[in-house]
């Protein structure tokens, strides 16, 4: 810490910045019962990989991305100077319960309150004015668009390259070889399956 620039922060100020850029924290807005197409995460998921259709839990996935989800992740603004917690529970003007939220908090940069939370697709339709009730209290607020602020990174183009072979060498070192690649090797070996392949492979003395 002997940079002049650098400073100690806790995750108060982490928990600020990451609100601000929109970006998930586990736990809060992702767990097992989320999927990548509820959180606004679908771009993590490879064109090749949703072609391939084999990766856990591409059923409901793939349904997902062709007739939607029950709920999104939103930026949720409040109306007031009073910031809306996780857990509030996201009401219409007519009471009718549409989403919860899943963090909140102040957000420096911004200037005011904000949050994040899930909603139907309708409220998101509608852009609707909600309202937030915890702890007794309600709390007046709006859907707002993601990122809270603009984000002013760029990716080095230089690397990409290099980028994409590093992430490739990764995927097929943990996840194993695609699909397609694995039917193209048995037939040029000339068998049906890999099981087949082990047993005329190794000895039969092998259990």
Request: proline share 6%.
């Amino acid at each position: 810490m002997t940079h002049s620039d650098v400073t100690f922060c806790g995750l108060g100020a982490r928990d600020s910045l990451r609100l601000e850029a929109g970006l998930c924290l586990y736990g809060h807005e992702l767990n097992e019962g989320t999927t990548p197409i509820e959180a606004r995460l679908g771009w993590t998921i490879p064109r090749r990989r949703r072609d391939d259709a084999t990766f856990a839990g591409s059923e409901v996935i793939l349904d997902q991305i062709s007739s939607g989800t029950h709920r999104t992740r939103v930026g949720i603004s409040s109306l007031t100077k009073r910031p809306i917690r996780e857990g509030a529970i996201l009401v219409t003007q007519a009471g009718q319960e549409v989403g919860t939220v899943t963090s909140g908090g102040f957000g420096p940069t911004y200037q005011g309150p904000i949050a994040m939370g899930y909603v139907t697709p309708q409220a998101v339709r509608d852009e609707a004015h909600l309202i937030a009730h915890a702890r007794g209290k309600e709390f007046p607020c709006r859907i707002a668009d993601l990122p809270f602020l603009p984000h002013n990174y760029r990716r080095n183009r230089g690397s990409m390259t290099k980028d994409t072979n590093a992430r490739n060498e990764f995927l097929e070192r943990h996840i194993g070889p695609r699909e397609v690649d694995v039917r193209a090797m048995l037939d040029a070996v000339g068998y049906q399956s890999l099981e087949a392949l082990c047993d005329a492979a190794l000895p039969e003395s092998i259990p």
